[in-house]
Structures are given as C-alpha cells and as structure tokens.
C-alpha cells in the first residue's frame, strides 16, 4: 500500500464544510484512494473511496488531483457527530486484508 | 441483522496471563480479520482467516494465534501478556479475502489492559 499522509488534527465548526486533505504521492496506476473513519470507542467505519473522478455519496465527496497525488475528503456540512479520527487509505482493490492505517486526522467540530 | 459482534467489550488481565478474544462475524460473512490499536495509533493488522485457514499475518510474534470455527466465528489468543499488549482488539468481517475494502464491517473492539 502507498504511503499517505494527513494532518494530525483540525477543526471545524458546525454547520461548515469540513475539508480534509491526504498527500499520497507514491500512489500507483492501480490503487484506489479510501477513507475511514472511527468514531471514539468504536471500530473504523467505511465513508467513500475512488481511483481518479470525484466521488459523491450520501456521506461524503472525494475530491482527487488529476495527478492522483493528493485527495480532499469533504463533509458538506459537518455536525458534532462527525467528530472522529478519519483514516486515508491507499491500496489496490480486493486482496487480502492487510489494510495499513496510519495515525489519520483527528476531526474536532466545534458547536 | 446483526452487525460485528465482539465479546469480550472490556477486559483487564494481569502480565504473563492468557486471554481469548471472540469475534462473531456478520451472517453470510466467512472472512474474519483482526486488528490491534494501541492508544493514539492506527489499527494495525494481525491474522486473517477465511474458510478456517490463515490467510494472512501481520508482523506479531508467536504469542499471538487464532482460529476460525465452521460457523465463521473466530477466537484470537494472547498467550504470556505484556503490559504492551494493552489495546483496543478489532475484528472485522467480509464476505471472503478479495473482497474490496469498502466491503469490511468494523466491530467496536475489545478494549484489553494490562496490568
């Protein structure tokens, strides 16, 4: 998996669009661009991923360089329950699951 | 139906004791992985299982082994407990090993110390 690299921590207010920026400049033809995230005290949950177009669902937008050495996870409109450590994730589709986490972006939305 | 379910949720156990993990994966899953994370740390891999055999291994030592039952269920084991070992045990289900990331249910862990 290629190496990814987040800011330790940010914050957000309420209501705002929380931006959340992963340089990835190793990342291969192959590999796809996730992000989890782990709310306190519980086990990291799925939000979005993409290979090279933007990305849209129901949680979140991908936003992706077209050199695919960067990436921007955005919450249109974050809410207090959106505090948590979000993980960007760089790996090739299916095999098994050696998923590397790094420290990821510890999100604090403030009211 | 029921999500990832871990037992355990908390447990303290003392050094050089023994401790079993259980994992209950989601109904219709036959992959199960399990992930150690140390406070202030990403989760880190350790074994995964699919059809009852290892598929794969994290960078652990020896002290550490599993299994998988025929219901997919799955136990992890910690032999000689180091304060070290002190984290948030993960287990995470999929339908099988190729299955893509965005396909991994989380359970909400058990939160092992070490005393």
């Known amino acids: 998996d290629a190496k990814t690299t987040q800011p330790t921590s940010m914050d957000c207010a309420e209501g705002r669009a929380a931006n959340l920026p992963c340089n990835h400049s190793?990342?291969?033809?192959?590999?796809?661009v996730y992000w989890y995230r782990q709310i306190h005290s519980q086990g990291p949950q799925y939000i979005i991923h993409g290979l090279k177009n933007n990305e849209t669902n129901e949680m979140a937008s991908l936003i992706i360089t077209e050199d695919r050495k960067s990436s921007t996870l955005i919450l249109p409109h974050a809410t207090l329950r959106d505090t948590a450590v979000y993980y960007c994730i760089v790996r090739v589709t299916g095999g098994y699951q050696k998923v590397t986490f790094g420290i990821g972006t510890k999100l604090q939305v403030i009211p | 139906d029921a999500g990832v379910t871990q037992s355990p949720t908390h447990l303290i156990k003392t050094r050089g004791q023994h401790v079993t993990l259980r994992c209950s994966p989601i109904?219709?899953?036959?992959?199960v992985s399990w992930y150690q994370q140390v406070l202030g740390q990403g989760p880190q891999f350790i074994f995964q299982y699919y059809e009852k055999e290892e598929r794969g291994r994290g960078n652990f030592p020896d002290r550490f082994s599993a299994r998988q039952f025929p219901n997919y269920s799955s136990e992890l084991n910690v032999n000689a407990l180091l304060l070290g070992d002190s984290a948030l045990y993960l287990c995470?289900?999929?339908?099988?090993?190729?299955?893509?990331?965005?396909?991994?249910?989380f359970g909400s862990g058990t939160r092992l110390t070490v005393v």
């Open positions: 109904s219709g899953h036959k992959s």
């Open positions: 190793t990342i291969s033809g192959n590999e796809y």
């Open positions: 995470a289900s999929s339908l099988d090993p190729g299955t893509d990331l965005n396909g991994y249910t």
